[in-house]
């Protein structure tokens, strides 16, 4: 009998292309990925990877399984589906990735929500890369993933396997220590604040992008001290070491910082919800993208009155 795990890194690998790559998108080491491959082709019996010192494709046989594989995948979705409207009341449990700030601004009311289904539990584990969590989403590994879009250009609601929900648009802005003079200002310019010590992300992150495009515009050039992590720069910020730019949503709730408009056109990210297309119809999944919608909906009203 084949291994519905094992065939779901084989449909991985299709995907990515290398062992290597699979593994990043999977959390697993090279050589793991490799050795549960090699254990597929023994349940086969025949060669599923064409491999050489370097690399590995996919031979004839192995592009045949992965073909088969997708098929499996949305049987399995359809079968959960079919027996969970069976039930009066949507049941099961519901696994998401999701990015920290999405995490922190939304579980507490999702699960508040969801307190209306008892037999329902959802399981919110952190995202590492957009990239990891797509790839567990087609796989079957986890029903849902929380995943933030930088690129100002809405995705179609269906790529392949993947359906996208767009839930909120999470707009920049400037982040003052709560006692900074310019923290009394309800709208802040590019060019007063380029004055001022940064603290931003590293270059090639997303919001320092989004600020770099800003200063090119603006002509504008100004030293900037990078750390990760938002709340590590958040943090900084608030011990009155610099400003910086940053999400809405990750800092809308401090209180140890001031955040305030910027004058000038700044993209910010858009958030998405994203499931097998498959799973479309299956009530647990469906109930908690609701609730999702519903929260974001309400952070949606406070961003745009802020």
């Not at 291994?3 to 991985?12: G, K, P, S, T």
């Not at 310019?182 to 931003?200: D, G, K, M």
């Not at 070491?241 to 809405?248: E, K, Y």
Request: charged letters at 25%.
């Amino acid at each position: 009998m084949l291994d519905v795990r094992r065939l779901r890194l084989l449909y991985e690998f299709a995907a990515h292309g290398s062992i290597a790559a699979t593994a990043v998108a999977t959390a697993q080491t090279a050589s793991a990925v490799s050795q549960q491959l090699a254990a597929l082709e023994k349940e086969t019996g025949v060669a599923l990877l064409e491999r050489t010192a370097r690399s590995a494709k996919l031979t004839e046989a192995g592009r045949r399984l992965v073909e088969h594989t997708g098929v499996i995948l949305d049987a399995i979705d359809a079968a959960e589906t079919d027996m969970a409207a069976e039930a009066v009341e949507p049941r099961g449990r519901v696994i998401i990735t999701a990015f920290p700030t999405v995490a922190v601004a939304l579980a507490g009311p999702i699960v508040r929500r969801l307190r209306r289904h008892p037999e329902l539990t959802m399981v919110l584990r952190q995202q590492h890369t957009v990239t990891e969590s797509l790839s567990r989403v087609r796989s079957g590994e986890i029903d849902m993933a929380l995943i933030d879009n930088w690129s100002g250009i809405r995705r179609p609601a269906t790529v392949g396997p993947l359906t996208y929900h767009h839930l909120l648009s999470d707009p920049l802005v400037a982040v003052l220590p709560a006692k900074h003079p310019l923290a009394r200002e309800p709208e802040l310019s590019a060019h007063v604040l380029a004055t001022e010590p940064w603290i931003a992300s590293p270059e090639g992150e997303p919001s320092r992008m989004a600020l770099d495009r800003l200063w090119r515009a603006e002509g504008i050039s100004a030293p900037v001290s990078e750390f990760e992590g938002l709340d590590t720069i958040l943090t900084l910020v608030a011990k009155g070491l610099g400003v910086t730019v940053a999400p809405w949503m990750a800092a809308a709730e401090r209180k140890d910082v001031a955040v305030r408009r910027i004058a000038e056109p700044l993209s910010g990210r858009d958030v998405y919800a994203v499931h097998r297309t498959a799973s479309t119809g299956r009530p647990a999944v469906m109930t908690v993208l609701q609730a999702l919608h519903q929260a974001a909906r309400k952070l949606m009203v406070a961003a745009e009155q802020f």
